[in-house]
């Protein structure tokens, strides 16, 4: 706040009233992450030219002011304070380089004025935090800092009154404006830097803050309320001191709301004995990087605002804030292949400016340039004006931290790893191809899985574009709260891999089930875990031993099969893992008929997708190298004739087990027209056919392209469907519909225009091939000679050679 006790003379008196002499002091109250807020106090300091700065923020982060000076610094970055004992416990004090707190830090470094933190230690507020959680049972939010209305922060708005009410929107009610957002952009973030009085602004704001504090609806026993005021006491003690210690003057940054508090006169022995006797925990801080994307209000952050990108913009741009903004997103908007000339610009500039001479706005804001990129640069859109809102009014931007910093061991560890694997974190979502056949890239796979194992969820796997075991395909997003993941796996090792190791085997030996165990298997295999791995996969053998249960059986197969494969493309050795594998398939075999008898439908479709499982582990184990596997295919066929022919198992069981032989050429096309009419005869319960007919060809079987082609297996559900009796077709139509409705769009039609031509029409469409194309009695050889230049492209021939090169290649 401009101005200081005493009619500015500097004399005695000020925030505690002591009546002890103290430098000048300048009360500066802002609101976080504002850009008038920030140039207001850069203009302020440098008319003030204090002895020291005050900044609103945990005093045990003085130790690190000096590296915000560093060149390797650079914003957005957080405060991070970790409890020693429980690294999950946490709290996040962001700036940017708007920020009113940065810039007041930034000026003192460069100025050779010390600056240091004065809100109430982080000891306490973490202390308070552990108290809350063990009281409700519920952990916070971890972001706290600056202006979140808990302990370590206050509200945007410079207000700490998310329980009693918006201040900014009070002040703009009285003001006659329905929006706050847009009342403060006009009144403060527009000003432009040598406005007036640089003390004005902080003048008005303190008597305004005063005035609302003074009709203040929350009031003792009130949590909020009650811990505003121990922490404004602890900050008029250090105040005081501050001034004593000071004699050139004393100038305090914080949040408005707290203003009237500081210049409130108090007793030193109410404020000591407010801050005497609070919880405290033993704490560890540093800086990390943080993002605009998580400084804004939709990424959960209480003082977040709504515009962070757009906020840096006005921050930075020297003049001419809307033309060099619509430059930008003209930039942006080419890059995605959109046409916008120079021409776009000039007119949406114009628009912009129009619009908010009709509001009577001061300058155009940002819902005034949204309104003129949404009109003329996206044709009216807001398709592409989301991407606008997406990248640059909120923004991608991540700081970054000098390596001087003090962080855990294993975040050192980590931070060497990215940089030689030349994988560097990134506020952006982006894809990342990995080919494990390479050297850098079979790296970065072993660290991105390791990470997930250690609950650091840098990246996430997704369905690559190619079918080969040799690729993989993340998707990646640094978010600032990782570094608080990093710092919690810290109890496991001082390097990613023995972190990793050390949880896996615990992981192993909590895990709950047999599926979890060998989904763990799976992780080490694909982190390289070797020495983690021979622990749990003797986990493995013993629960597996021990557990009779062929659901879970079933369901941990596949993930041992798919290590096995994984194994093979890293050269690990999965002897072991294959032993283990070719045991849990033999009880399977061996219990999976009785398991499928006496279903309810439920439990049918659960032991359904048992069965797939089931069948592609094995056909993957067939193919594996390991000895041993070579008659368990015959084995698996022989347990689904089994199932194909009990009456006893349930109908999409025996459905499904038909279909499965049926695509592996083990029964012949005729043979399961010949079951399919079984089943569907009239003593058949029509449920149970119904069931059956969604073993058969739903389940996302590819049952639709089926019936397509088999015109003898659509008019045997055709003629059964259509002599299902009245009373019973209301049972079997959520069955049918459930499995029809599975289908492509194009595979939908084609079947319905089967059905609508009738059993003759349908019998001459699907041997002539009129009608719809693509059916006929034999191959269109013609249709197939076409992909023949493609397919010597991909080889790597001359597009057309003879035709005697490719010969084998079909076959």
């Known amino acids: 706040m401009a101005g200081t006790d005493g009619a500015g003379s500097g004399g005695s008196g000020g ?48 130790a690190l002011i000096p590296l915000a000076a560093d060149e390797d610094m650079r914003p957005p970055v957080a405060l991070l304070a970790h409890a020693v004992d429980e690294p999950g416990r946490s709290a996040f004090w962001p700036l940017a380089e708007f920020s009113p707190e940065w810039v007041a830090v930034r000026w003192a470094l460069e100025h050779g004025v010390p600056a240091r933190f004065i809100d109430l230690p982080a000891a306490h507020t973490l202390a308070w935090r552990a108290a809350d959680e063990e009281r409700t049972g519920q952990a916070d939010e971890e972001t706290t800092g600056p202006g979140d209305g808990r302990e370590g922060g206050d509200v945007p708005g410079a207000a700490s009154l998310d329980v009693r009410g918006d201040p900014l929107a009070v002040l703009a009610s009285a003001a006659g404006h329905d929006d706050p957002e847009r009342w403060w952009e006009d009144v403060i973030e527009h000003r432009g ?75 030193v022995a109410a404020d000591r004995a407010l801050v005497k006797g609070l919880p405290r925990t033993k704490v560890d801080m540093t800086w990390v990087p943080w993002s605009h994307r998580r400084l804004s209000r939709a990424g959960g952050y209480g003082a977040g605002i709504e515009s962070p990108g757009w906020y840096g913009h006005l921050f930075a741009a020297v003049d001419r804030p809307v033309e060099r903004w619509l430059t930008r997103v003209a930039g942006l908007l080419r890059e995605e292949g959109r046409t916008v000339s120079p021409a776009h610009v000039i007119e949406a500039a114009r628009l912009a400016g129009t619009l908010a001479a009709i509001r009577g706005r001061p300058l155009p804001g940002l819902s005034e340039t949204t309104d003129a990129v949404r009109a003329v640069l996206c044709d009216g859109s807001d398709v592409p004006l989301a991407l606008v809102h997406d990248r640059l009014v909120v923004g991608d931007v991540l700081g970054e931290v000098p390596a001087g910093a003090p962080a855990v061991p294993l975040q050192r560890d980590l931070t060497r790893t990215q940089r030689r694997l030349r994988l560097k974190p990134e506020a952006v979502e982006r894809e990342l191809e990995l080919d494990l056949r390479k050297e850098t890239d079979t790296g970065r796979s072993r660290l991105l899985h390791r990470l997930r194992l250690l609950g650091v969820g840098w990246g996430e796997p997704t369905a690559s574009r190619s079918t080969g075991t040799f690729r993989e395909t993340w998707r990646l997003r640094w978010e600032p709260e990782l570094s608080v993941r990093v710092a919690e796996a810290g109890v496991w090792g001082t390097t990613v891999l023995a972190a990793a190791t050390a949880r896996a085997e615990a992981d192993a030996v909590t895990a709950r089930g047999l599926a979890e165990v060998t989904a763990l298997a799976e992780r080490c295999l694909l982190a390289e875990l070797p020495d983690a791995l021979t622990p749990v996969m003797r986990i493995l053998a013993d629960r597996a031993a021990l557990d009779t249960d062929v659901g879970h059986l079933a369901e941990a197969l596949p993930a041992l099969v798919r290590s096995l494969r994984y194994g093979d493309v890293r050269g690990t050795d999965t002897g072991a893992l294959a032993e283990v594998a070719a045991g849990l398939a033999e009880r399977v075999f061996v219990g999976l008929p009785a398991a499928c008898a006496a279903l309810d439908a439920d439990a049918a479709e659960e032991m359904r997708r048992h069965v797939d499982s ?43 087990a038909v279909r499965l032989l049926l695509d592996d050429g083990e029964l012949a096309p005729d043979e399961a027209a010949r079951i399919m009419g079984l089943v569907l005869s009239p003593g058949t319960a029509p449920t149970d056919a119904a069931a059956w007919i969604e073993g058969f060809v739903g389940g996302g079987s590819g049952g639709g392209m089926l019936l397509l082609h088999d015109e003898r297996l659509l008019a045997l559900i055709d003629a059964w469907l259509t002599g299902v009796p009245a009373d019973a077709f209301t049972d079997v139509l959520p069955l049918l519909r459930r499995t029809f409705s599975a289908y492509e769009p194009g595979v939908r039609r084609g079947v319905g225009e089967l059905v609508r031509r009738g059993p003759e029409a349908r019998g001459s469409v699907t041997t002539a091939g009129s009608g719809i194309p693509g059916f006929a009695a034999g191959l269109d050889t013609a249709r197939a000679d076409a992909v023949l230049p493609v397919i010597r492209l991909l080889l790597g021939g001359d597009p057309a050679p003879d035709d005697d090169d490719l010969v084998g290649v079909g076959t």
């Open 614 to 656: 089931v069948h592609t582990a094995v056909g993957l184990l067939g193919d594996a190298p390991s000895p041993g596997h070579g008659d368990l295919r015959s084995r698996w066929r022989t347990v689904l004739r089994t199932l194909s022919a009990r009456d006893a198992v349930s109908g999409i069981v025996r459905g499904r």
């Open 15 to 62: 925030p505690g009233g002591t009546g002890e002499p103290g430098g000048r002091l300048s009360l500066l109250g802002v609101r976080h992450h504002g850009p008038g807020s920030a140039r207001a106090v850069r203009a302020a300091l440098e008319a003030a030219r204090p002895g020291v700065v005050l900044v609103e923020g945990p005093p045990e982060a003085d």
């Open 193 to 267: 830097p040598g406005e007036g009085d640089v003390f004005a602004p902080f003048t008005a704001l303190e008597e305004a803050m005063t005035a609302l504090r003074e009709t203040e609806e929350g009031g003792e026993g009130d949590v909020a309320h009650d811990r505003d005021l121990v922490r404004e006491a602890y900050m008029r003690l250090q105040v005081r001191s501050a001034r004593r210690e000071f004699a050139e003057g004393v100038a305090v940054v914080c949040g408005a709301w707290h203003v009237p508090a500081l210049r409130r006169r108090a007793a």
